[in-house]
């Protein structure tokens, strides 16, 4: 389970400290969704102030750093944190990146223009979901946006993979699959996300993705929703 920073500590001992995940391409889905949000902003040289929870390797940083938002960067990870700063040193960018605490965000009230959560808040129980998405609201500007990815319970890992139950919708202790060793995982709902995590943000979009593998196995490889919500 996660330590007293809400961070689970087997992210640290079974995946970035063994220097696996520790990516150093973007996320396209990221990618795609900044441009089409701020491209036209970008080019008008604005100042825009941008939040990566859970950066792992930074791979995100790097993008968002050389596109030209001034970057900051909360992680649990001491191993992921001194990956993510030697990228972005190597890149000859700018970030500000931190060990921290989702849940107690050390920043002022309304200084970003935008957070992400590219499944990094999902590590967590619904409390301390709930705490977290409450600090990523009190750091936004007026306006600003919360673009999260959040797994769906129609993920096939929560039914076949040997999860064990520890709160409402929340697991540990994957016996195989993609979470097997990562610890805490909660899987989220439509209803769960608009009407309880998200209930002070005007959402702007909200996705669906699923995908299957048909051949050579059929299973359901990952479902997850991808949303953007502003704060009111």
Not at 6 to 34: A, T
Not at 46 to 72: D, H, P, S
Not at 83 to 92: C, D, I, M, P, R
Not at 176 to 196: L, P
Request: charged share 25%.
């Amino acid at each position: 389970m996660s330590d007293s920073s809400g961070f689970d500590r087997k992210w640290e001992e079974n995946i970035y400290g063994q220097g696996f995940q520790l990516n150093k391409y973007p996320i396209s889905d990221v990618v795609s969704y900044v441009m089409r949000l701020y491209g036209q902003r970008f080019r008008s040289k604005e100042v825009l102030r941008v939040l990566e929870l859970g950066f792992g390797g930074g791979n995100n940083i790097v993008f968002l750093a050389r596109e030209g938002f001034k970057t900051y960067g909360i992680e649990g990870s001491h191993s992921a944190h001194e990956f993510a700063l030697k990228q972005v040193k190597e890149n000859g960018l700018e970030a500000e990146l931190i060990v921290g605490n989702f849940a107690k965000l050390p920043y002022r009230d309304d200084f970003f223009d935008l957070v992400i959560d590219r499944e990094a808040v999902y590590c967590n129980v619904p409390s301390t979901i709930q705490q977290t998405i409450k600090e990523v609201h009190r750091v936004l500007k007026h306006g600003g946006r919360f673009l999260t990815f959040m797994y769906s319970l129609e993920h096939g890992s929560r039914l076949l993979d040997g999860g064990k139950l520890v709160d409402s919708n929340t697991y540990d202790d994957f016996e195989q699959g993609c979470f097997a060793g990562t610890g805490v995982t909660h899987f989220f709902s439509e209803e769960e996300i608009i009407r309880y995590y998200l209930k002070d943000f005007e959402i702007e979009f909200m996705k669906h993705l699923r995908v299957d593998s048909l051949i050579p196995n059929e299973r359901n490889e990952y479902a997850e929703y991808h949303t953007c919500a502003s704060k009111k």
